[in-house]
Each structure stands twice: as C-alpha cells, then as structure tokens.
C-alpha cells in the first residue's frame, strides 16, 4: 500500500471551490490541518470565510468526496472549525492580489 501524504490530500483539495468566490479552499486559506496516519486514514480541519456560509455543507461534502476518491486512502473525516476564526490574510498572496485585498 502506498504511503499517502499531507501535501497529497493539499494538492486533492486544491480541486475543491468555494462557488461563491470561485477559488480553491486551499488557496483560500480554509484548510487549516491536514493529518495521514500510518493507516491512510486522512483528517482535516477546515474552515469557511463565515460562520453561516450556506454552503458550508456542500463544501465539506465535496471536500469529502473527492479525499475519499484518492487511491489508497482508508477512511476520511473532514471536520468544520471556527478556532481560529478565518480571515483574509490566510489567503495565498496571489489570490489576494487578484480579489484586489491588500496585505
């Protein structure tokens, strides 16, 4: 079996978009912790850019979804937090750039 890593399950959620910004959860800064164990199990904390995102659970069930798809990986649990609470400047500075936020 192959080891899956952290920087694997980044790169998965890379695939993952937020529909209202129409950026990646991963260049914006929402996921916080991304954890593999020895046995392919992944854990991710994430976040939303606001506590009552209506899409909140669309988001986390894709995330979900595609982590889930990844060759070799035993189960996934994606976990919702609010600790710390998201802000722009977790965000790639690029994709600032190119919202037009200035750092």
Request: charged letters at 25%.
């Amino acid at each position: 079996m192959d080891k899956i890593t952290a920087d694997m399950v980044y790169e998965k959620l890379g695939s993952v978009v937020d529909p209202e910004i129409g950026i990646d959860v991963v260049s914006l800064g929402l996921v916080y912790d991304v954890k593999v164990d020895d046995d392919n199990n992944v854990f991710v904390k994430m976040t939303m850019t606001v506590p009552g995102c209506p899409l909140a659970g669309m988001i986390v069930a894709d995330a979900q979804n595609v982590l889930e798809e990844m060759k070799g990986v035993n189960e996934v649990n994606v976990q919702l937090v609010w600790d710390p609470p998201w802000s722009p400047d977790m965000m790639k500075p690029d994709i600032k750039k190119k919202l037009g936020i200035e750092s």
